[in-house]
């Protein structure tokens, strides 16, 4: 009778929690309402209507599935409501499975009020692809977790690999929609599969890694082929960068390239310098082709091969300005609304709008940390090192690797100081210390649950030491090697 009535109660607050995230989703879709944009999320909004052509400066598949929505929705506003619904249902999933494993009702509605905390909620509702990339991240993590929340249970083989297929699919999208979060969406992965799988054999790894592979390769290819995307190459814009500031003016006269473009480069690297232009030359100093960049990326390409060997320490001091900058200077916590356009697209709501800047901004004042780059990787840091021994030791060593890799990822790439390129480590890492402190909170968690997580908590960083440490998992225990 007890266990039925504890059942019964389970059921209510998880279907309170949900109330609370619905209420959430609602509340930001309306104060972004109905999205906001910077000019990057204006362009690729042109590409989705077809006033622009598509185009991989920016990688197309956001511009594809805004198509899409806008296709069946017929308003543009439907990728912001999108967006919220991702961020919030995954936090909502994560919330019940936090309740299902502690039964802690504090523990399961701060995960909630993990996208109510200023540094989560500047961006919910700004259509940008490190916002696209961190939600499908998040939500994979939340496939995860009910993978977690199913062990010791018995469940089907089809049901694991469903939820496995499930996170795949929004890790894959990571990774189209912003092509460096690579690095971080591996840790993931292995959290992925250790959550669904207590003890995978190789089979199983092969067989998930093929899966990783096909869904990102499927869709690029097919993309490619049938969207046929204008090619920009926009990988060379770094390497402007570094021609630009690491070899002098006299060195870039006598660089050998066409003529044209050599002026070029010597006009942008004296109006960097005159301008006090650290980086983005490309936007800030350099003429632009209409074209962009494509009948320019091979000279450039050619040029920085052969002369950034020879300028390695410059090279290197450059870099590591720029780091720092992202780190100590991180800047623009806050997309204010919508750039503006000739597409008719305005903030539906002024006054909220003028709210949620007076929210964000005044704690980003008070609470600056909460908006630097270097507090995050130090968080980081530690939830990779003290993960814990308790229930939660896998997921927050895993979102620790996922939110360090992913800062210290831009130190040969990074554009700008913009707090946007440290979203998801601030989310990633917000969630990794509230799983930390309940597991801290219960030092009653059965011994053999502890250590078992502090076991498979150590090979997000090593998957390999988990074939060769643990059996294979009873389905394969009778197959054929």
């Known amino acids: 009778m007890g266990r039925n009535v504890w059942f019964q109660g389970e059921n209510h607050w998880g279907w309170g929690l949900a109330a609370v995230a619905v209420a959430c989703c609602l509340g930001t879709t309306v104060v972004f309402a109905p999205g906001y944009m910077s000019p990057d999320s204006l362009e690729q909004l042109r590409q989705a209507t077809g006033k622009a052509p598509l185009t991989d400066w920016h990688p197309p598949v956001l511009s594809l599935v805004w198509r899409a929505l806008i296709a069946v929705t017929g308003t543009p506003s439907s990728m912001a409501v999108l967006q919220s619904v991702v961020l919030w249902g995954a936090l909502w999933v994560v919330a019940w499975c936090v309740w299902d494993l502690t039964a802690s009702r504090a523990g399961s509605l701060a995960v909630l009020g993990i996208g109510l905390t200023p540094p989560v909620l500047t961006f919910v509702g700004v259509v940008w692809k490190d916002v696209h990339a961190a939600a499908a991240l998040l939500a994979a993590c939340a496939v995860a977790f009910v993978g977690l929340r199913l062990r010791g249970r018995d469940v089907a083989p089809a049901m694991r690999w469903a939820l496995f297929g499930l996170g795949v699919l929004f890790l894959a999208y990571a990774m189209l929609v912003r092509k460096n979060v690579f690095l971080a969406a591996i840790p993931l992965f292995v959290l992925l599969v250790l959550a ?65 473009l050599r002026n070029r480069l010597v006009a942008a690297a004296e109006k960097c310098r005159s301008v006090g232009a650290l980086s983005d030359a490309y936007w800030a100093c350099y003429e632009r082709r209409p074209d962009g960049m494509v009948r320019d990326a091979d000279g450039i390409t050619s040029l920085w091969l052969s002369e950034m060997g020879s300028h390695a320490p410059g090279y290197l001091q450059y870099r590591l300005r720029l780091f720092a900058g992202l780190l100590f200077e991180t800047g623009y916590p806050y997309q204010a609304g919508v750039f503006p356009n000739n597409l008719g697209i305005e903030v539906a709501h002024p006054r909220l709008k003028a709210g949620l800047g007076a929210y964000i901004g005044g704690m980003g004042a008070d609470l600056r940390p909460l908006f630097r780059g270097w507090f995050w990787l130090a968080v980081a840091v530690f939830l990779t090192v003290r993960p814990g021994r308790g229930r939660f030791s896998l997921p927050v060593r895993a979102l620790g690797v996922s939110a360090m890799v992913y800062v210290l990822g831009y130190l040969p790439i990074m554009p700008a100081t913009n707090y946007r390129y440290v979203y998801w480590s601030a989310l990633a890492c917000t969630l990794g210390l509230l799983l930390l402190w309940l597991d801290r909170r219960r ?28 059996p294979a998992d009873p389905e394969e225990q009778h197959q054929p090697r």
């Open 443 to 470: 030092p009653t968690a059965s011994a053999p649950a502890a250590s078992d997580a502090a076991r498979t908590g150590s090979a997000v960083t090593a998957a390999g030491a988990v074939t060769a440490h643990h």
């Open 196 to 260: 669904l799988w207590r003890a995978p054999g190789r089979r199983t790894w092969a067989l998930c890694v093929a899966a990783l592979v096909a869904a990102l390769v499927v869709p690029a290819v097919a993309i490619s082929r049938i969207a046929h995307p204008v090619e920009t190459r926009q990988g060379a814009q770094i390497m402007l960068d570094d021609l630009v500031h690491v070899l002098t003016v006299e060195e870039l006269r006598s660089a050998d390239v066409p003529p044209d």
